[in-house]
């Protein structure tokens, strides 16, 4: 597609669940990052892949959290056991690989709500 | 302690002024320097990037200062129009070997009355 396509838009869950949360980058970005936003705050980095690797998974806030990207291409997001505080805006972006970070292009985000 | 600072306060401005928005930040030594629009429900629009090496850059009604010393970087909009309106996020980009996370201000918040 033309740009970053995030599924779902939104998702409400109970606390307890598992949630996937799906990237679609832009065709031919090497980089794909997934940052989670809260009301009022600006973007926190979670996970950076470089094709089908994951180059910086310093953000991750714990072993609850877990992101792959199998073929370099879409990437899933996976949280167990979800917690209130999970609920944000997950956020996914892609950019061509450069020698600084670039350009990121965002997806509209997945609306994650943990009741 | 690390620190990336925006403007507290929402700004609100007259149509055609210049609204102008700062970025602090406080041990950190970024190689570049990114503002993104952000519109409600909606994600980040990359607007300008500038490097340390720089001292300005502008695209179109858009001007973005960045001053090392001072560790400091103003985002400029002139002849502000009310489409202009939406919070601005300015971003550290750190960038050292595979470290490639921004570093994200909370934003400001811009209202452009017309």
């Known amino acids: 597609g033309a740009g970053v396509s995030q599924t779902p838009s939104n998702k409400v869950t109970e606390k307890g669940k598992y949630v996937e949360l799906r990237c679609d980058p832009i065709?031919?970005?090497?980089?794909l990052y997934w940052y989670r936003q809260s009301l009022g705050q600006g973007p926190e980095f979670l996970i950076y892949?470089?094709?089908?690797?994951?180059?910086?998974d310093s953000g991750l806030p714990n072993d609850r959290f877990f992101a792959v990207r199998p073929e370099g291409s879409v990437s899933t997001l996976k949280i167990q056991r979800t917690e209130r505080g999970d609920s944000a805006v997950y956020l996914c972006?892609?950019?061509?690989?450069?020698?600084?970070?670039?350009?990121?292009?965002f997806g509209e985000g997945s609306r994650l709500t943990v009741l | 302690s690390q620190k990336i600072e925006q403007n507290s306060e929402a700004l609100n401005i007259q149509e055609g002024k210049t609204a102008t928005l700062t970025c602090n930040y406080t041990?950190?030594?970024?190689?570049?320097l990114q503002w993104y629009r952000q519109d409600p429900g909606r994600g980040p629009v990359f607007l300008l990037l500038?490097?340390?090496n720089e001292k300005e850059k502008r695209k179109e009604r858009l001007k973005v200062t960045f001053d090392t010393t001072l560790k400091q970087s103003l985002f400029h909009i002139t002849a502000s129009q009310p489409a202009d309106s939406a919070t601005y996020l300015c971003?550290?980009?750190?960038?050292?070997?595979?470290?490639?996370?921004?570093?994200w201000g909370l934003g400001t918040s811009l209202a452009v009355n017309p």
């Open positions: 971003a550290l980009d750190l960038y050292a070997g595979n470290n490639r996370k921004l570093i």
């Open positions: 041990n950190y030594s970024p190689a570049y």
């Open positions: 500038i490097r340390e």
């Open positions: 065709s031919g970005h090497t980089a």
């Open positions: 892949f470089q094709g089908t690797g994951a180059a910086d």
């Open positions: 972006a892609s950019s061509r690989l450069t020698g600084n970070t670039g350009e990121l292009f």
